[in-house]
Antibody, heavy 120, light 108 residues
Framework: QLQLQESGPGLVKPSETLSLTCIVS??????????WGWIRQPPGKGLEWIGN???????YYNPSLKSRVTISVDTSQNQFSLRLTSVTAADTAVYYC????????????WGQGTLVTVSS | SYVLTQPPSVSVAPGKTAKITCGEN??????VHWYRQKPGQAPVLVMY???DRPSAISERISGSRSGNTATLTISRVAAGDEADYYC???????????FGGGTKLTVL
């Protein structure tokens, strides 16, 4: 059974960089059939797609976040990571990592999510 | 970019049928997927390719599409169906993903 687990600081100061890692177990991140993605959800609000990564390093980002986001992969550790720079209070959210079937783009496995609060 | 429009809330009496819609002008060419999210939990895929249901999901849940509107239907609604429901599409040309704003299903 595939499992994804997010990890990283729960508190980040404004203007600093948010960094999270998603550890994948029960399956290989080196699959030609899947992307690996990040989705976030501000408290009380809806889901927002952040971006997707293919194990070769190819990435696709939400245009609204593209200038601040980097998603990278470490295939040797079977994990992928999210970096979001210059954070503000608006970036406070539960961050989920998930596996996404390349076509037609459904997210079939999700991590449990981790709350990141941006505050001084 | 585009926006997927969902009603913010749907209320239904126990045992009745709930319908949650998802609309967008260019949705015709895209597959729609649906997720259920209960408080404090991660979303769970409940419908994909418009009307295919994962094996672990109740047969009371079905999906359909008519033109630019996709619909998630939950029959014989029970208290356990209370949740937020999100539709999602994937834009093949840009490889971008879009979620609808979500619909809160309340069982009266």
């Amino acid at each position: 059974q595939l499992q994804l687990q997010e990890s990283g600081p729960g508190l980040v100061k404004p203007s600093e960089t948010l960094s999270l890692t998603c550890i994948v177990s029960g399956g290989s991140i080196r699959s030609s059939a899947y992307y690996w993605g990040w989705i976030r959800q501000p408290p009380g609000k809806g889901l927002e797609w952040i971006g997707n990564l293919f194990y070769t390093g190819t990435t696709y980002y939400n245009p609204s976040l593209k200038s601040r986001v980097t998603i990278s992969v470490d295939t040797s550790q079977n994990q992928f990571s999210l970096r979001l720079t210059s954070v503000t209070a608006a970036d406070t959210a539960v961050y989920y990592c998930a596996r996404r079937e390349i076509d037609p783009g459904r997210f079939d496995y999700w991590g449990q999510g981790t709350l990141v609060t941006v505050s001084s | 970019s585009y926006v997927l429009t969902q009603p913010p809330s749907v209320s239904v009496a126990p045992g009745k049928t709930a319908k949650i819609t998802c609309g967008e002008n260019n949705i015709e060419s895209k597959s729609v997927h649906w997720y259920r999210q209960k408080p404090g939990q991660a979303p769970v895929l409940v419908m994909y390719y418009d009307s295919d249901r994962p094996s672990a999901i109740s047969e009371r849940i079905s999906g359909s599409r008519s033109g630019n509107t996709a619909t998630l239907t939950i029959s014989r609604v029970a208290a356990g169906d209370e949740a937020d429901y999100y539709c999602q599409v994937w834009d093949r040309s840009s490889d971008h993903v879009v979620f609808g704003g979500g619909t809160k299903l309340t069982v009266l």
